[in-house]
């Protein structure tokens, strides 16, 4: 790699998107996660109560 420096504010001109993602996991990932086992635990006790019915 070149001992040059990064030029972040010719970066962001070229890609104004530059700097707007998180290295993270985006917070939509983590939603979906915790929808999918709310629905899990909601099937779960869905099923409960038809098995006692």
């Known amino acids: ?6 030029d972040v504010a010719e970066l962001r001109r070229r890609f104004p998107w ?8 985006p917070d939509l990932s983590v939603r979906y996660r915790e929808i999918l086992a709310e ?3 909601n099937r779960e006790i869905v099923e409960a ?3 006692g019915a």
């Open 18 to 25: 530059f700097g707007l993602a998180s290295i993270e996991e």
């Open 1 to 6: 790699m070149d001992d040059q420096q990064v």
């Open 39 to 41: 629905a899990s635990q």
């Open 49 to 51: 109560v038809r098995r």
